[in-house]
C-alpha cells in the first residue's frame, strides 16, 4: 500500500499520532477505511461439507484408537485449553433488559399481564414461573430479601423488582457482568458457574502426566480482577483426582481495536475530536492464541459447558478430536521430513501430492516445481474441528470454498458470508446438513516444533461489516475475520462429526433450563 493512501485528507496529522500510540501502522488503517468503504467480497461456495465428502465420521473402534493416540500426547504435556470469555451477558438477558426497561415504572405489574403473542414477554413469563429452578436463585432470593422483598412473591405476582435485583446495580447486576461469572448449575450443597465448569471439564482431559493443566481465559480488562478473584475462590475444588490447574488471562490488545465510520465513510470520532475504536470481533484474539506459545489448543466458547452427569460424550469427543489432530499432525510431519531432503523420491512427491490434493489443493506436475508447492501447502498450522448435526441452531457451517487460485478449500463459512441473492449459492448454503458449535483443537507448531506465525494464513478479505450506532448516530463497525473463519483460512482443516449431546450453548438466560443443563434430574 502506497503512502498516498495512509495520508489520505480523513486521517490528520494527530491521528497518525494517535494510531501509532495504539501500535497500529498507516497502512492498516488505511487497509481499515478501505474495507468500510468498499465492503467484502462473497466467499464462493462449491460444496456443503457432510459425512464422507468433508466431515469424517468415526465409528467406535477407530474412535477408541484415536483416543488413545491422543492420551499418549496428553501425557507427554502438549496440551492447552483456549476459552474466549470476554463477552458481557447482557445479549444472555436481552429479553428481560427489554422488558424491564418498558415496565419499570410499574413495579407491580404481574406476569400473568404479560403478552404471550410477544417474544420478550413469553421469555420474562417463562423465566419468573421457573425462577426458583436456576443455579442463582439463592443468590437472586437473598439479594430480594436484603431489599425488604420477598422473592416468592415477586416471582409469582411483581416480575418488575424481580427483574431489577437479577439486572441491575441495585441486585446483582447480571446484565452487566461477564458471562462467565453466572452461575449455570446448580448441585445442591454448591453452584457452579461458566468459569468453574472449564476447568472442571479441561481437568478430565487435558492433564499431562504430572496432572498440570492449563487453561488460558481471554477477559475482559474491566472484569479481570473479579475473574481471577472467583477463579482462585473455586480453583480447590476443581482439582480433585491430582489434578493441578495453570490458570492464565489476557486482555484483546488495543492494538486489534478497528475504526468505524459513518454512513458517508468519515472515520467516526469521540466528542474531543479522536478517533472512534471499536473491538474487532473474537478474530483479534489470533494474537492472544500466538503469544501462548501452545502446541495442541482446544478452543470452546464459555458458554458450552454441561453438568458432571452429562459430561462424558463431550470428554470422549474432545479426545477423539484430539487423537485426529495427532493422527494426521504425524502424517503431515512424516511427508514434510521427507520432502525437506535434496532428492525427494518420486514416490513420496506422488504420496504427498495425493494426500494435498485431498486437502483441495491443485498441484502442479512438474518436479521441482511440485516440491516446493508441497512444503508450502503442508508447511502450516493444522486444526480439527467437530461439527454437529444441523438442528437450526444459529452459526457457521462446514463448506468447500473455491479459492481465488481456483483451488478448493474446508472453511467455517458464516451466513453473511454468502451471497443470499445468488439462487445457486443460497441453495449451496441451505444444503449443509451440520454446523458448527465452536469445538476445535489447533496444531499451532511446525514439524520442527517451532510455533507458527499465525498472521500469515488470516484472509484478510473475510471480515464483518456491522451496523452500529453511537451517541444516536449510525455507524458502521468494522471486525477481523473471525477466529475460527477468516483466521484461520489458510490453515489445514479437518471436520470431524461430533455428537449433538456435546453443544449446548447458553445464549439466553431460559436455556438453562434446558434438560442438558440440569444436574438433578
Known amino acids: 500500500m502506497d503512502s498516498s493512501k495512509t495520508e489520505s485528507p ?5 491521528d497518525l499520532k494517535e494510531l501509532k500510540a495504539r501500535g497500529v501502522s498507516p497502512d492498516r488503517a ?14 464462493e461456495l462449491a460444496a456443503p461439507c457432510v459425512p464422507g465428502k468433508g466431515i469424517e465420521a468415526v465409528n467406535a473402534a477407530e474412535a477408541s484408537a484415536l483416543s488413545a493416540l491422543y492420551e499418549r500426547e496428553r501425557l507427554a504435556g502438549r496440551v492447552t485449553v483456549f476459552v474466549p470469555a470476554s463477552g458481557a451477558a447482557s445479549r444472555m438477558f436481552k429479553s428481560l433488559l427489554s422488558v424491564y426497561g418498558r415496565d419499570a415504572k410499574t413495579p407491580e405489574k404481574k406476569p400473568s399481564e404479560l403478552r404471550a403473542d410477544k417474544s420478550d414477554d413469553r421469555a420474562v413469563a417463562e423465566f419468573a414461573a421457573h425462577a426458583a429452578e436456576f443455579a442463582f436463585w439463592g443468590e437472586l432470593a437473598a439479594s430480594c430479601r436484603k431489599a425488604g422483598k420477598d422473592p416468592e412473591r415477586l416471582r409469582k405476582e ?14 446483582l447486576d447480571y446484565a452487566n457482568q461477564p458471562k462467565g461469572l453466572i452461575l449455570f448449575h446448580d448441585y445442591g450443597s454448591f453452584q457452579r458457574s461458566a468459569f468453574e465448569e472449564h476447568l472442571v471439564e479441561a481437568s478430565q482431559y487435558a492433564a499431562g502426566a504430572k496432572g498440570n493443566v492449563r487453561l488460558h481465559f481471554t477477559v475482559s480488562p474491566e472484569h479481570e480482577d473479579r475473574i481471577r478473584e472467583h477463579v482462585q475462590k473455586v480453583l480447590p475444588r476443581c482439582q480433585a483426582g491430582g489434578a493441578r490447574l495453570e490458570v492464565g488471562f489476557s486482555n484483546q490488545k488495543p492494538s486489534t481495536d478497528t475504526l468505524a465510520v459513518d454512513l458517508e465513510n468519515r472515520p467516526v470520532r469521540e466528542a474531543d475530536g479522536r478517533l472512534h475504536f471499536r473491538p474487532a470481533g473474537h478474530g483479534a484474539l489470533l494474537e492472544n492464541l500466538q503469544d501462548l506459545k501452545g502446541d495442541i489448543v482446544f478452543i470452546k466458547n464459555i458458554d458450552n459447558v454441561v453438568p458432571d452427569r452429562r459430561r462424558q460424550p463431550v470428554l470422549d469427543a474432545q479426545r477423539l478430536l484430539g487423537g485426529y489432530l495427532v493422527k494426521m499432525q504425524q502424517r503431515i510431519f512424516e511427508l514434510l521430513c521427507a520432502l525437506n531432503v535434496s532428492e525427494v523420491p518420486s514416490a513420496v512427491l506422488k504420496d504427498a501430492a495425493a494426500f494435498a490434493e485431498s486437502l483441495g489443493f491443485v498441484v502442479p506436475q512438474s518436479g521441482a516445481e511440485q516440491k516446493a508447492f508441497l512444503i508450502r501447502a503442508l508447511d502450516r498450522p493444522v486444526r480439527v474441528c467437530g461439527m454437529v448435526k444441523n438442528v437450526g441452531e444459529p452459526g457457521g457451517g462446514p463448506f468447500w470454498v473455491k479459492n481465488r487460485d481456483g483451488a478448493l478449500s474446508k472453511q467455517i463459512v458464516e451466513k453473511s458470508q454468502a451471497d443470499l441473492k445468488n ?3 443460497r441453495k449451496l448454503l441451505e444444503g449443509a446438513t451440520h454446523f458448527n458449535p465452536v469445538n476445535l483443537v489447533c496444531g499451532v507448531r511446525n514439524w520442527r516444533g517451532e510455533s507458527f506465525d499465525l498472521a500469515r494464513y488470516v484472509d484478510a478479505d473475510t471480515g464483518f461489516i456491522a451496523q452500529k450506532s453511537k451517541d444516536g448516530r449510525d455507524l458502521k463497525a468494522l471486525e477481523m475475520p473471525g477466529l475460527w473463519n477468516g483466521a484461520m483460512a489458510h490453515w489445514i482443516t479437518f471436520f470431524v462429526e461430533i455428537p449433538l449431546e456435546t453443544f449446548a450453548p447458553v445464549k439466553e ?12 434430574v
Not at 411483581?158 to 441486585?171: F, M
Open 423 to 425: 439462487e445457486k449459492q
Open 158 to 171: 411483581a416480575y418488575v423488582p424481580l427483574l431489577e435485583r437479577l439486572l441491575t446495580s441495585q441486585g
Open 509 to 520: 438466560v431460559n436455556d438453562l433450563l434446558k434438560p442438558e443443563h440440569r444436574q438433578k
Open 30 to 43: 488505511a487497509s481499515q477505511l478501505k474495507a468500510l468503504t468498499d465492503g467484502f467480497p462473497f466467499v
Open 10 to 14: 480523513l486521517l490528520t496529522a494527530d
